[in-house]
């Protein structure tokens, strides 16, 4: 294949979004709508992608910064797509290859029918490929013009169609091939003679007839691939076609996901084999679940690291936490950041944890908030337990070491140590450190008072 370079289209507002945010930022399965196409074109084998923007461009640069392949272009005014990647011809000075142009807001094309569009555009050695798709309803599509023997002499817009073309079902799906010198000089030859005084790129076609240049198209069956995002309908319906993507990949792979349609798993996780996956869970920030885990409905993980048969109840939210082998998590238990749980520890209900490391065969099974610890192994929390972080300054650390029995309803006042097999009984403040081997308590000795009635008679 020769020099392979791609156009992304993502000036324009996008009007009809009713946003302040311009409409290729809007995230599409957790990612900005134009990072996919950028994808799609990097995985296709595009050297270098050159995205034209214009509208709240900085948030667009902001986005791809780092990106040493992605390069950029300002179109300052939005007069027509032909106009716009005319706007790119700097960035691409010297460049002699195919270039790809691809919208921003058309995210679901694949990065293998963009290289059976490259392979036929080679094969027939045309100076533009044009990829389309029928349709039963083409309305608001350019429609493709053909001549006999599928040259294609013309593309013409909704809005310019005369009755008869109307009819074409044939639509342009904004996708193309195109020489590098043939696409810069064509543009720059534009003319905006049409009802909305645009420089149309579908004029390129006309010009590549004209010149005797072949023009031909490549047609996907699938027209979900070209759907183009304009409003916010389009928007979920683009998203439910990236979820099912991910999960039947996910399925095939022998993950079970009870309801596909209720399963919000972001691109860039991973999920071991017979893990099973419960109604309306979220799975976001790239994390990493084992082998035969069991997800229940409503839990909502972001940036984990999960070992193998690990279970988290329903109703439970980690963010950024670590969690090894043979856990039980919840219900409605709450891992923030920092939290690392070794194996065989049980986190039970309305327990949260923060920047805390906990042993292996440690317990907190209820009502709990453990922040800013270090808990060793076979350790058990009883309920109610809190740790007194933060003196309304600074944050410190509880360290509870092997082995020791924490009562109910027990508040550890940081910073203080807890020795190795210590008890502490229910109900205690500890306020200073316990040696090991030994019980701490602080309760007010109970007094019963005889002869005291609530109601007197
Ligand atoms: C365009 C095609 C139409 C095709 C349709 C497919 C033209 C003239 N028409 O129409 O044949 O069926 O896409 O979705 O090309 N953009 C800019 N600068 C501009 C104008 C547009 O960057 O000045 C970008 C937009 O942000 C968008 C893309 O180009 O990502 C397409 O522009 P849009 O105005 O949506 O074109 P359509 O009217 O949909
Ligand atoms: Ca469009």
New binding site residues.
């Given amino acids: 294949m020769g020099d392979l370079a791609a156009l992304?289209?993502?000036?324009?507002?996008?009007t009809r979004m009713k946003s302040d945010l311009v409409?290729?930022m809007h995230a599409v399965g957790g990612y900005p709508m134009v990072s996919w196409p950028v994808e799609a074109a990097l995985e296709a084998g595009a050297s270098r992608i050159v995205l034209?923007?214009?509208h709240q461009s900085e948030k667009v640069r902001e986005y791809f910064a780092g990106e040493a392949n992605v390069a950029f272009a300002v179109?300052d005014?939005?007069?027509?797509?032909?106009?716009?990647v005319a706007c790119a011809r700097e960035s691409l000075s010297g460049f002699s290859g195919h270039v790809l142009i691809l919208?921003?807001?058309?995210p679901l094309i694949k990065a293998e029918t963009l290289r059976a569009m490259l392979a036929h555009h080679e094969a027939r050695q045309a100076a533009v490929t044009v990829l389309t798709t029928h349709l039963e309803n083409p309305f608001?599509?350019?429609?493709i013009v053909k001549r006999e023997g599928g040259r294609i002499v013309r593309?013409v817009?909704?809005k310019d169609a005369t009755v008869e073309e109307r009819e074409i079902n044939e639509?342009?799906?904004?996708i193309y091939c195109v020489e590098a010198e043939f696409l810069f000089d064509a543009v720059s030859n534009l003319k905006n003679d049409n009802i909305?005084r645009?420089?149309?790129?579908?004029?390129i076609v006309k010009a590549a007839a004209e010149r005797g240049e072949l023009c031909v198209s490549f047609t996907v069956a699938a027209e979900e691939e070209?759907m183009?995002v304009?409003d916010r309908v389009q928007l979920a319906a683009a998203a439910a076609v990236v979820r099912r993507r991910i999960n039947e990949a996910l399925m095939l792979a022998g993950v079970t996901i009870i309801d596909p349609a209720t399963a919000y798993i972001e691109k860039g996780v991973k999920v071991g084999r017979d893990t099973i996956i419960y109604p309306n869970v979220h799975i976001s920030g790239g994390t990493e679940i084992g082998c035969g885990c069991l997800l229940e409905p409503s839990v909502m993980i972001r940036g984990c690291r999960i070992g193998d048969r690990v279970t988290v109840k329903a109703g439970s939210v980690m963010t950024d936490a670590v969690v090894h082998d043979d856990v039980a998590i919840g219900p409605m238990a709450h891992l923030r950041p920092e939290t690392e749980l070794k194996s065989h520890v049980k986190i039970g209900n309305f327990v949260e944890t923060k920047k805390i490391e906990m042993g292996e065969g440690s317990k907190a099974s209820h009502l709990t908030y453990l922040g800013d610890a270090t808990i060793g192994k076979d350790v058990n929390i009883g309920c109610g337990t809190i740790t007194c972080n933060y003196d309304g300054v600074r944050k410190h650390r509880t360290v509870i070491e092997d082995d020791v029995f924490v009562g109910s309803d027990v508040q550890f006042i940081a910073p203080v140590t807890i020795g190795r097999n210590s008890l502490i009984a229910a109900g205690t403040t500890v306020t200073k450190d316990v040696p090991p081997d030994s019980l701490a308590i602080a309760r007010a000795p109970q007094v019963n008072k005889d002869g005291w009635k609530l109601k007197k008679k």
């Fill in positions: 992304v289209l993502a000036a324009g507002l996008g409409k290729v034209v923007i214009g179109q005014e939005q007069l027509g797509t032909g106009h716009a919208c921003g807001d058309v608001g599509y350019g429609r593309i817009e909704e639509i342009n799906s904004g909305q645009e420089y149309y790129l579908t004029d070209v183009g304009n």
